[in-house]
Every structure is written in C-alpha cells, then in structure tokens.
C-alpha cells in the first residue's frame, strides 16, 4: 500500500472512531509502520474526527520526527512499545470506548470468555493496571500484554488495537465496544452467562488455527484452554451457581463479582400465607392476633371465605 492510500485511510478511520463515539474532542491516536520502516502517525492535539492530511506526521522508529507540521502524539512511545514487541504488527489504533473504559472504573474485568466470535478472533480483554498516561510505565506495561493480546484495557484510560492494518486494528477496537455494550446490557438484566469451559476453548484453539493471532498465542494454540485465562477454563459460578444460591468467590479478581440464582423450595400451606397476611398491616409490620374473641371470629370468617373462593 502506498504511503498516499495509507494517509487516506488512516483520515478516513480516524473519522471512523469519532463518529462511532469512540473517542472525542483531542482524544486518541493512530499509527501505521510504513514499507520504509518508518510510522505515520497522528500529530498532538488534533482533532480526530476533522483529520486532515496536515495532521499527519512521519517518525522513525526511535520517535524522532522525520517530517510533517506538529508534533507526533504525546502517547507515541506506547505505539512504538506495540511495535517492538510483535513484528507482525502493522498499525496501532488508541481510543477512549466509552463503555469498555466504564468497565475499567468500575473494577469490572471484560477478560471472560461471553460470546463466540469473540473468543474465536479475540480471545480476551484485559485490563491493565493503572498507569499515568503518556509516561514510559505504561508504553512498557502496554508493550508486555500487546506481546500476547490483541486488544488491551488501560484502567481508566482507554483501549489499544493493533492489527496487520489500520482497518484490522479499527475492527478490534469496535469490537471491544460492541462486546461490551451487550455484556452490560446482559448485567443490567439480571445476569453474564459465560460460555462453558471445554467450548471456550474449542473456540479459542480453532480461532488461533484459522485466524491467528499473537505469535505467543498461536503457539499454543493445541494446549488445554489454549492462551485462555484461568477464568475461561473453569466454573467461575456465574453459570452454575451453588445449592445455597451463590456462586464461589472470585476473590483476587478484578470484579470480585458473586451471582445469586432463585432455588426451588416447598411452598407455604395457603392457611399459613393467610394467617401472615391478615397480620400483616399497611405500614408493612406484623400485628400480634388480637386477642378479643369477636375480631377473631372475624377473621376466621374472612380467612374461611377466602379459602373457600366466596370472599
């Protein structure tokens, strides 16, 4: 691809991103690794869904400016960390999904094994520690996961895509969002079922094969779980809560989170239920049976007829 359709493309997926909602304002940055070696990236302080082409600078592989106006982005020492770490990496793309980083702040992992095609291409989404932005910590801590993942969390921050290419970065990270809004949706109706253990990684191993990935997950590609976390590869008791309703503790987890069910018991004799609810006022307290015989009999009557269907 010439270096002129690269310039288009990256304007174009720039717009991609502030119109799909995610990034604003000056939020973000992208980058490509050019057939000389060196990147086109995105200039500080520009505005990503107004990109134009005199937004774009050139640096080496070292962040040194080779030409173009402005300075390349604040954050370009986490590209470069992308870089170095996974030569099969072509472009980088950095945004702001406004819900994926809500799962950050949160304490919410997306690292869990939720939908197919997602574990097929994907596997999981971690979340990295916090680290201060733009500083060398967390290029290097971005570098360390990039080396094994295709798709990050910074706490707090935002999210890092890479790919062979632009477009392919851009995929994962609207992916990423994508699989977020519908894990939050399934929270907010009661539940996350996760996919079984052995399916995950089915999926995973045959995702790898057919797609690839990070060369360290492909390598592990016919391992029990393949590359999965320890949270893929076992009951975490959200789908299969134990007898009292509760599923085991996810402590040392990002979310600690516990799932209760409803479970089956015997129901209460209809003379017990009326017995409580004839007690039971409008304030919502439980009135002692009164112990004047004439409001007993009332009551009894009353309890009668309503067993009988005449009341």
Do not use: W
């Not at 979340?127 to 080396?147: K, P, Q, S």
């Not at 809560?241 to 990002?254: A, E, M, V």
């Amino acid at each position: 691809m010439s270096e002129a359709h690269t310039r288009q493309q990256m304007i174009q997926i720039a717009r991609l991103c502030y119109e799909r909602h995610l990034l604003v304002a000056m939020d973000g940055n992208l980058s490509v690794l050019l057939p000389d070696g060196n990147i086109l990236c995105t200039k500080a302080g520009c505005h990503k869904g107004f990109l134009t082409d005199d937004d774009l600078v050139i640096i080496d592989r070292r962040g040194n400016k080779v030409r173009g106006s402005g300075d390349p982005t604040s954050e370009m020492a986490m590209h470069l960390a992308c870089y170095d770490a996974r030569p099969d990496v072509r472009a980088v793309v950095h945004a702001h999904p406004p819900i994926s980083v809500a799962f950050t702040v949160a304490g919410v992992s997306m690292a869990r094994c939720v939908l197919p095609e997602v574990v097929l291409t994907m596997g999981v989404i971690p979340t990295l520690d916090y680290r201060t932005t733009g500083t060398t910590d967390l290029a290097a801590l971005v570098g360390e996961h990039v080396h094994s993942h295709d798709a990050v969390l910074m706490d707090r921050h935002g999210a890092v895509c890479v790919g062979g290419d632009l477009l392919e970065a851009f995929c994962r990270l609207e992916t990423m969002e994508h699989t977020a809004l519908i894990t939050k949706t399934a929270r907010d109706m009661g539940q996350v079922q996760e996919l079984p253990a052995s399916e995950a990684a089915h999926l995973r191993s045959m995702g790898l094969k057919r797609y690839g990935g990070p060369p360290s997950a492909v390598a592990q590609a016919d391992l029990p779980g393949a590359d999965l976390p320890d949270a893929c590869r076992s009951c975490t008791g959200c789908t299969n809560p134990s007898p009292t309703g509760l599923g085991p503790s996810t402590t040392g987890s990002r979310d600690g989170l516990r799932m209760a069910r409803v479970t089956a018991s015997s129901l209460q004799s209809l003379d017990a239920a009326l017995a409580d609810a004839a007690r039971f006022s409008l304030t919502g307290s439980v009135e002692e049976p009164s112990p004047d015989p004439l409001e007993n009999a009332v009551t009894n009557a009353v309890l009668q007829a309503l067993k009988d269907g005449t009341a």
